[in-house]
């Protein structure tokens, strides 16, 4: 027998009922992360055990009083070793930025997790500096996925620490960043559900950079509902009342270009396990070409406004701390080394134009229907042993998730996979600004999958 996961909805309903305190769903969090046989080690680069003792004390009074500041008020929640938070270093899963100063202002988003009372718990593990949907780390650990945790699967990432945080109960929620992937790709092999929102919806404001073009801001948690919550208060709005959208009719675009190669096994008969349920709900899922998908690989073959952005950014530290970084992270960020100013201009002139061309394609679709992730989620011994293995995993891992991106989009990744089996992950996407519905197609898509 399984148990439900908790949600913040769940908790806060249990805190308004003074049923538990935050100071107890702390001290249970903050338990979980310093247990010395547990993943937290390998979870968070710095555990914030004082001040979160500390933050639940102060919600518990104020609850106590009669002040509720929002509906993750007194929650654990754990954020990216992306994000400045005053008074610690930002080392974004990297041992070159470890003598760096403390940052002396803390990321827009955690201010505003801040003040909606959340409890930040800790700064979790990641990728070095975001650069790879695997989550492999050879400085801090690579945490193990829940699923045959036995044989040290990926979580994948980047927010690789963001998504085991949550699975392991040390947060409620976590958040992370998603370039290319880094918050569905988590998400989707450790069975959770994750949202990245347009990208100008939260602002990057005290957040380390990979790609200023292609960065978004979003949660890791467990249900659309909290992944909503979450995504308006980083936004800095009111959290919505959110209506399921009715799946009768619904209009589904499921994408056969690219997006389908390489499936494994598993992955292929859970999702058209989940792709039935849908149209038995009443869904209307069509299958259609979207020759724009085939292109990407060529618009992106220089390395993209990932590799010449970082490379931007990242010239200065390599000159001085080159042997400090993984060399599978920093072979990567070299290649922007030989993008042009001419190549930068062609890239964008290319990106509005595919992005034109595919948001005219799916107009007429209330939303794509794709996979996450092709595969489940490989050992980290096989990827850490072999280069080869290590950069077809990761670009097959990062395809998908990654054509959101360059759309400019929003998309969801819910778990569709039955209790006990490898997490896949069922995502839903659309073009930018379209936050909002997808989000009400994914609780309904959730309860649908759910029922079955």
């Known amino acids: ?41 390998r979870v968070f680069t710095e555990v914030y055990a004082t001040a979160a003792r500390a933050a639940a004390q102060a919600s518990d009074l104020l609850r106590a009083s009669g002040q509720v500041r929002s509906p993750i008020d007194g929650l654990p929640i754990s954020v990216k070793d992306l994000f400045d938070v005053a008074g610690s270093t930002t080392r974004a899963g990297s041992v070159a930025l470890r003598d760096a100063a403390p940052a002396s202002v ?24 975001a650069y790879s949907g695997l989550g492999i780390n050879p400085h801090y650990g690579t945490p193990r996925n829940p699923w045959d945790r036995a ?15 949550v699975t392991d109960a ?35 404001q005290g957040v380390l950079p990979l790609s200023t073009q292609l960065d978004s801001i979003g949660p890791i948690a467990n249900s659309v509902a909290c992944c909503a919550t979450l995504d308006a208060i980083l936004a800095g709005e009111p959290v919505p009342e959110l209506t399921p959208t009715s799946l009768r009719g619904l209009r589904l675009a499921l994408p056969t270009t690219v997006v389908l190669d390489g499936i494994d096994s598993h992955v292929a008969a859970t999702f058209a396990n989940a792709r039935q349920r849908l149209q038995a709900a009443g869904a209307l899922i069509e299958e259609v070409e979207i020759p724009e998908f085939a292109e990407l690989a060529a618009i992106n073959a220089k390395g993209g406004f990932t590799g010449a952005e970082a490379y931007a950014w990242h010239r200065a530290l ?64 096989v990827l850490e042993a ?21 759309l400019d989009g929003c998309a969801l990744s819910l778990p569709c996979h039955a209790a006990g089996e490898a997490p896949v992950g069922l995502m839903l996407a659309g073009a930018g600004g379209n936050d909002r519905k997808i989000l009400e197609i994914g609780l309904a898509v959730e309860a649908a999958l759910a029922s079955a």
């Open 151 to 165: 044989n040290g699967r990926i979580p994948g990432g980047s927010s690789s620490g963001a998504a085991i945080s």
């Open 170 to 204: 040390m947060a409620v929620a976590a958040i992370g960043s998603d370039t290319g992937g880094s918050v569905r790709i988590p998400a989707a092999l450790c069975g959770l559900t994750g949202f990245k929102p347009t990208a100008r919806r939260v602002s990057l």
């Open 106 to 129: 803390s990321a827009l988003v955690v201010q505003r997790l801040v003040a909606a009372g959340a409890v930040i718990v800790g700064r979790t593990n990641m990728t070095e500096f």
């Open 1 to 41: 027998m399984t148990t439900t996961p908790p949600t913040l909805h769940t908790l806060s309903e249990a805190l308004r009922q003074n049923s538990v305190s935050s100071a107890a769903l702390t001290e249970a969090a903050l338990e979980r992360a310093l247990a010395p046989s547990g993943e937290g080690s």
């Open 386 to 406: 072999s280069d080869d293995a290590y950069y077809a995993a990761n670009g097959l891992i990062l395809r998908n998730p990654s054509v959101i991106n360059f």
């Open 318 to 381: 390599i000159a001085e701390q080159a042997a400090a970084y993984d060399p599978r992270v920093i072979s990567r960020i070299l290649r922007g080394k030989e993008i042009s100013a001419a190549d930068l201009i062609d890239l964008f002139a290319a990106r509005k134009q595919w992005i034109a061309a595919v948001e005219q394609r799916i107009s007429g679709y209330d939303a794509l229907l794709m996979l996450t992730v092709p595969i489940v989620a490989p050992t980290i011994a």
